[in-house]
């Protein structure tokens, strides 16, 4: 599956997934992320979330972390809160709690974090990346899930 198709995106897994993100180009990502098609991606990624935290990695971390992933169609941004307590990870069903650390980037940049088809460190550098809060808790936060390599 090289076309950057997810018109099924719960049937493909993660590291499948990982493949499609790391081989599409940046268009085809902006494209599929401006279209109706965005929130069920999004809905789909974050739902994953618990399924790939590493509680043995978190040890006593205790965090609500706010994604924001922006340029929605709209012109909005569209903001998730993953919360991780007592070796948890759950997906809040809104973001109403003060996070801990708050990251922001567009929706291609989001994808590659959450793919491994990017590098945060650098695209925080680069000023595509916006983490508030905890910045060390930022800096490990990949460590905190088993991100599958495309």
């Excluded at 599956?1 to 993660?14: A, G, I, W």
């Excluded at 098609?37 to 990624?45: A, N, Q, S, Y």
């Excluded at 925080?124 to 800096?139: E, I, N």
């Amino acid at each position: 599956m090289t076309d950057f198709d997810l018109s099924d995106f719960s049937s493909v897994d993660p590291k499948q997934f990982a493949q499609i993100v790391k081989s599409a180009p940046d268009s085809q990502i902006k494209e599929v992320m401006s279209s109706d098609m965005r929130g069920k991606i999004l809905d789909e990624v974050f739902a994953r979330m618990p399924s790939l935290f590493r509680p043995d990695r978190a040890g006593s971390t205790n965090a609500v972390i706010h994604w924001n992933v922006t340029d929605r169609p709209d012109g909005g941004v569209d903001t998730y809160e993953v919360v991780i307590e007592n070796g948890v990870c759950t997906l809040s069903p809104s973001p109403d709690r003060d996070p801990k650390l708050s990251l922001t980037m567009g929706p291609v940049e989001f994808l590659k974090v959450v793919s491994g088809a990017g590098n945060p460190v650098m695209m925080f550098m680069t000023g595509k990346l916006k983490a508030k809060g905890d910045l060390g808790l930022a800096a490990n936060i990949a460590n905190l899930f088993d991100i599958p390599k495309g």
